[in-house]
C-alpha cells in the first residue's frame, strides 16, 4: 500500500533506498525521481538509477525527463540504436527540448561523428536556458577534433557564466599550451586573476607557465600568491620547490618539498626532489638517505631506482650501482632505462658479456638513443665480436643515418675485419655526413690498430680531386 507523506522517510534517496528494501510502494514526484536518478548516476551506480527510472515511468509514464534519463542510460551502455528510437518519439512530442539534441550529440560522439555531434549541439545552444553545459560539451568535441582554438573560446564561454568553473579553466590552460600560445595562456590568466585573485588554480597555472618560459622570479611569485590562496595545496608547495632549485635556493626547496611531506601522506617524487637538491649540496648521507626513501615509497618509479643507481655510478661504486638496478630490474625487467644503465655499470666494471647482453635487453625494449648503439658497438668491439659490431653499427645507423661517428665505427669495424673495399665506401659515406672532417679524428683515436694513416690520406686525396 501507498504510505501518506508523515510516514515516509523525508529525503528522497533515503526513502527510495528504504523502499527497496521493504514490500511498501511509496510515491514520489517525477522531480524527486529525477533528483534520485542523478545522484545513481553521478555515483556510478546504474543498476540503482535503472530501479529508479523504472518505478519513475510507473508512476510517471509520460514524464520527458524521466525518459531522458533512460535515454542517457541507454548511450551509457552503448545501446544506441534503442536511444535514437526513444528520441524520436520524444522529438514529435516536443521537438523544443534541447536535452534531445544534446542526447543525439552525445550518440554521434561515440559514434565518433564529432562535427554531427557539434551540430546537434548548436541546435541545443539555441533552445537552451543552461547554455553553460551545452558549451563544456561543445569543448569537449573540438577537443575531440584537436580544433583547441573552437575547444579554448568554449570554454573561455563556460568560465563567463562561472568563473569558479576550475575544470573548464584547466580546459582553457591546456588549449593555450597545444597551440603553443604561452603568452596568450599568461594574459589570459593574469586578466582571470584580476577578477579572482584569491583563485590558487589560477596562480598555480599561471607560475608553471612561467616556469616554462624561463621566468623564475614570476613564477616564484605566483606559487606563493597560490599559497596565500591555499596554505595546504600541495602543488604549489611542489611546483615552487621546482623554481627555488632553478634559482640555486636549494635548503629553501628542500623546505618546500618538505611542506608536502608534512601536510600529506609523503610521496615519491618530493623524496626524489629532496634527495638530488642534497646531492647539489654535497651532502651524500642525505642524498643517499632521500633516495632510498624514495624506492621504498614507490618501487615502481624508474627515476627513484635511476636516482640511487647514478649516485653510486657517478662515485665509481659500481657493485652498490649494479645491485640496485639489478633490485629494479627484478621489479620491472621490462624497463629499457634499466637494462641501459645495467650495460653502462657492467661496462664499468669491466664485465663487457654481461654489458652486451644488457645493451641487447634495451634495444630489443625500445632504446634506440643514439649513445645507446656507440656504446654497444664499444663493449662489442672490447670483446672482439667484429661481426656484431657491424651488425649493431649498421642498426644504429637506420635510427641515425647523418651520425658521423657511428659512419666512422662502421669504417673502423670493416678495416678490423680487413675488408678495405667496404671500409673505403664506408669512409666515403662518412665523409658525406662530415664535410669539414671534424670527426675524421674518431677513427684514429677508437681504431688506433688498424688505421692506416696513408691509406685514409690517399682516399682523401681522391676525393679532393674528385671534387
Request: hydrophobic fraction near 40%; aromatic fraction near 12%; charge should be negative.
Amino acid at each position: 500500500m501507498a504510505l501518506e507523506s508523515n510516514e515516509r522517510p523525508n529525503q528522497p534517496i533515503t526513502k527510495f533506498e528504504s523502499m527497496l528494501k521493504t514490500d511498501d510502494i511509496y510515491f514520489f514526484d517525477a522531480e524527486d525521481f529525477e533528483d534520485i536518478i542523478h545522484h545513481y548516476l553521478n555515483n556510478g551506480k546504474i543498476s540503482l538509477a535503472k530501479k529508479g527510472i523504472k518505478i519513475g515511468l510507473q508512476q510517471h509514464p509520460d514524464a520527458t525527463e524521466l525518459k531522458l534519463l533512460q535515454v542517457e542510460v541507454l548511450v551509457f551502455e552503448n545501446e544506441l540504436a534503442k536511444a535514437e528510437q526513444m528520441l524520436d518519439e520524444l522529438e514529435l512530442i516536443d521537438a523544443t527540448n534541447d536535452e534531445i539534441f544534446i542526447q543525439r550529440a552525445n550518440i554521434l560522439s561515440k559514434q565518433d561523428n564529432h562535427q554531427g555531434a557539434i551540430n546537434m549541439l548548436q541546435k541545443a545552444l539555441l533552445l537552451s536556458d543552461n547554455s553553460f553545459d551545452v558549451h563544456s560539451l561543445m569543448g569537449m568535441e573540438y577537443l575531440f577534433m584537436d580544433d583547441f582554438k573552437l575547444a579554448k573560446d568554449n570554454f573561455i564561454k563556460c568560465l563567463e557564466f562561472d568563473e569558479q568553473d576550475y575544470s573548464s579553466l584547466y580546459n582553457v590552460v591546456y588549449c593555450f599550451e597545444f597551440l603553443e600560445d604561452h603568452e596568450g595562456a599568461i594574459y589570459f590568466l593574469n586578466d582571470y586573476l584580476e577578477r579572482n585573485p584569491y583563485c590558487e588554480v589560477a596562480w598555480h597555472q599561471l607560475g608553471k607557465l612561467y616556469h616554462a618560459e624561463k621566468l623564475y622570479a614570476e613564477a616564484l611569485a605566483a606559487f606563493e600568491f597560490a599559497i596565500i590562496s591555499d596554505d595546504v595545496f600541495l602543488g604549489a608547495y611542489f611546483e615552487k620547490g621546482k623554481v627555488l632549485e632553478k634559482l640555486g635556493r636549494l635548503e629553501e626547496a628542500i623546505e618546500s618539498y618538505d611542506t608536502t611531506i608534512k601536510i600529506e601522506d609523503p610521496t615519491s617524487h618530493a623524496f626524489l626532489r629532496m634527495g638530488r637538491c642534497y646531492e647539489k649540496l654535497g651532502n651524500d648521507e642525505m642524498a643517499k638517505y632521500y633516495f632510498k626513501q624514495t624506492v621504498r615509497e614507490d618501487p615502481l618509479l624508474d627515476k627513484g631506482w635511476l636516482a640511487i643507481t647514478n649516485f653510486y655510478y657517478r662515485k665509481k661504486q659500481y657493485s652498490e650501482a649494479l645491485h640496485n638496478i639489478n633490485r629494479a630490474l627484478n621489479i620491472d625487467g621490462e624497463n629499457p632505462l634499466y637494462w641501459k644503465k645495467c650495460a653502462e655499470i657492467n661496462y664499468g666494471l669491466s664485465q663487457y658479456d654481461q654489458a652486451d647482453y644488457a645493451y641487447k635487453q634495451a634495444v630489443e625494449l625500445g632504446n634506440y638513443e643514439l649513445d645507446t648503439w656507440k656504446k654497444w658497438a664499444a663493449v662489442v668491439f672490447k670483446l672482439g665480436d667484429v661481426h656484431s659490431g657491424l651488425e649493431i653499427v649498421k642498426q644504429g645507423l637506420e635510427f641515425h643515418p647523418n651520425n658521423a661517428h657511428l659512419h666512422y665505427t662502421l669504417v673502423g669495424f670493416y678495416l678490423t675485419a680487413q675488408d678495405t673495399i667496404n671500409a673505403r665506401i664506408c669512409l666515403l659515406d662518412a665523409l658525406k655526413v662530415d664535410k669539414k672532417r671534424k670527426k675524421l679524428y674518431l677513427l684514429e683515436k677508437h681504431f688506433p690498430d688498424v688505421v692506416d694513416v696513408h691509406w685514409v690520406n690517399t682516399i682523401l686525396a681522391q676525393k679532393n680531386k674528385t671534387s
